[in-house]
């Protein structure tokens, strides 16, 4: 049924007791978005109480599959191509007509995306961005974006466009680029929002990066304000702070008119073309130099004048002459452009002739130290502030005969022995004389070298010849060589004796004679001269011998000698001996060389040496080892004596004498005790003797203590 005749129907909805009939018809979705020839399912459901109401869907759209239930029914519409439609939904309860509507929005997806090409760009000027956006639909829903990099440039939507098709925008900006903006990415951006009901979609032109140029200092051109005809000068054109990078400057540089080939060479910010600029006639000539970065162009220009100034001419009459000849120098210019060319005659020391004339002339009268003197004609062209010059130089051969002396030819030599040497002499004389040596009648070859040995040393007889004359000299050669020591000249070990006078032998040989200091190991000072020697001065000696060409250092040991003496004489354990016992005597000396032993003792058969002699041992010493014992020592320088008196005493006759005096004594005491008994004996009276072993006034009379005897008491 066409939308059209539903008309009728719709007005029974409004007659009376239609309310009682009424009911609800719904469609999902209400709303939606399809893309442009794309499809979609409506349902559409009431709430009629007769499940098998009859309905349908009125649309102007393709139908295509559809489903159907209780209660409701589903339509697929495929083919979509209208931008904008309103399908209807109806169901027929018991005669009562009831229709919900959907809404179904068509887009399209943006055909492209494009971002104009962006021109080379100068920092400060305005240039506009344009963006395109084609064929999108619906435009309403459309958002264009321009972004920097990360940054939002310009944003623009398009709300209030009429009409529901596809459509194509253009969006455009304004931008004053920087030199920070250089490099920087211009992006496009297109958003399709069809949300709550559909998608968002994005899309987005190409990149499009910012070239930024920028040439801040005009060039600065450099070559010679005035360049010879014919002759190339360099021209160098430089232009600093270049930006983005001194890569980027492109050059044009013109002489006259003319193209110039050049090479670029960049430094840091800095970007300088050289080119060779010349041309074949004189004049003033223009050198232009263009640079140009992106769409900025710098110009400079500078006139530089052409001129031509020809060498000057020197002329000598006679440049070989004899001595006291007479010669003729000359000296003359061409003409230049511009005119003006001066002229002065010099030789190396001081000028000869000058002046604005074309030509100067000398003449003179050729002396031997005119021989190889230079000669020169300068012309000088003054332009503005420029003097340019220009020399011609000649020299004078004068001939003359030879000659020997000390400066060519010294009469003392020196060579070093090991080294590769020539005699040297040579010989004054024009033209140059042969000079030859000999020694001992043995030619030498002057300019030979040879490898200088001692036997090289002595007087050489040289000659020089020429055309002119002949010249002869004597030459003493000196062989150098470093300083040397050996066993015979300094011998590696000496021996002194103390006391004497002495002095380190040392000497060396070399040329120059060396100086021959020697040094104990140790100290500081030098030993020098003689000196009485002491023990002390033993040890080891270093001495070097020195000269201009070396050193050598020589160990040399000291020994002093001197004469023994008995130290110690030593008894052990005394000097008094008992009889049968032992004893030691130890003799200890000391001398340079270490000195011998020698003992007188007394005769006896039981005195022994030790292995050096230095200790005599006596073992059960008697009477017969009484006496003196002397040691003595010796060595190459003396000799020196110690002695010392044994005692040997005999405990026999002690004992005897001891035995003696108590018998004496032992008599007199019995001869006392007889005494006493007498005297004591028949007394009468009460004696207590209980005890008597214990009381302290007994007196123990036996031997083996049986018999006391008591001082009796009357009681």
Known sequence: MRLRQLGPLLLLLALPGAAEQSFNVSVWPEDSVVEHGGSIWLNCSHTCRDPGARGGLETSLTKAENKSGPGWMAQELVGIREWVSAPQCYFDCHGNLTCAVAHITTYQLPERVVLEPLPEMEPGRAYSLTCRVLNVAPVTHLTVTLRQGGRTLHTETFQNRTGTGPDSVTVTHEIIPQRQDHGQEITCHAALDLRPHGQLFQNSSPAVGLRVFDLPEEPQLQTSPYIEVGTRAAARCGVAGVFPAAGEARFTLSFGGESVNLTVTTSGATATAEGEVWSPSPGPHELNCTVTVGPVARSAGR?????????????????????????????????????????RLRDSERTLASGP?????????????????????????????????????????????????????????????????????????????????????????IGAVQNVTRGHAGVYRCSAASAHGTAGRDVTVHVAYKPTMDESSCPSTQVWLEGTLHTLACEA?????????????????????????????????????????????????????YRPIVLLLAVSPSDTIPRGANFNI??????????????????????????????????????????????????????????????????????????????????????????????????????????????????????DGAVYGIQLTQS
């Open 357 to 445: 004339q074309p030509r100067l002339q000398l003449t003179l009268t050729t002396r031997k130290g005119d021989n190889g003197r230079q000669f020169t004609c300068e012309g000088t062209l003054t332009l503005g502030s420029h003097s340019l010059v220009k020399n011609t130089s000649a020299q004078l051969i004068v001939l003359y005969q030879p000659t020997l002396d000390e400066s060519g030819c010294p009469s003392h030599q020196t060579w070093l022995e090991g080294t590769p040497q020539q005699l040297a002499c040579e010989a004054d004389g024009n033209p140059t004389p042969e000079v030859s040596c000999s020694k001992d009648g043995e030619a030498l070859g």
């Open 303 to 343: 006139s530089v004048l052409v001129y031509s100034f020809p060498q000057p001419v020197l002329e000598i009459d006679q440049p070989q002459a004899l001595v006291n000849r007479n010669v003729s120098v000359t000296c003359s210019a061409p003409a230049s452009q511009p005119p003006g060319t001066t002229l």
């Open 509 to 561: 040989h070399g040329i120059p004679v060396p100086r021959v200091p020697c040094t104990k190991e140790g100290a500081a000072e030098e030993f020098g001269g003689k000196r009485n020697v002491s023990r002390n001065d033993s040890g080891t000696y270093y001495c070097r011998a020195t000269n201009r060409l070396g050193s050598m250092k020589r160990r040399v040991t000291v020994r002093v000698e």
């Open 586 to 703: 130890s003799c200890h000396a000391e001398g340079s060389p270490a000195p011998t032993y020698r003992w007188t003792v007394p005769s006896a058969p039981n005195v022994h040496s030790s292995a050096d002699n230095s200790t005599v041992s006596v073992a059960g010493a008697d009477r017969h080892n009484r006496g003196v014992y002397i040691c003595r020592v010796s060595n190459a320088h003396g000799q020196h004596l110690g002695q010392v008196r044994i005692q040997v005493t005999d405990h026999r006759l002690i004992i005897a004498a001891l035995i003696t005096g108590a018998a004496v004594l032992l008599l007199g005491g019995m001869a006392g005790l007889v005494y006493y008994l007498k005297s004591t004996a028949c007394k009468k009276g009460e004696y207590n003797v209980q005890d008597a072993e214990s009381s302290a006034k007994a007196t123990c009379l036996g031997r």
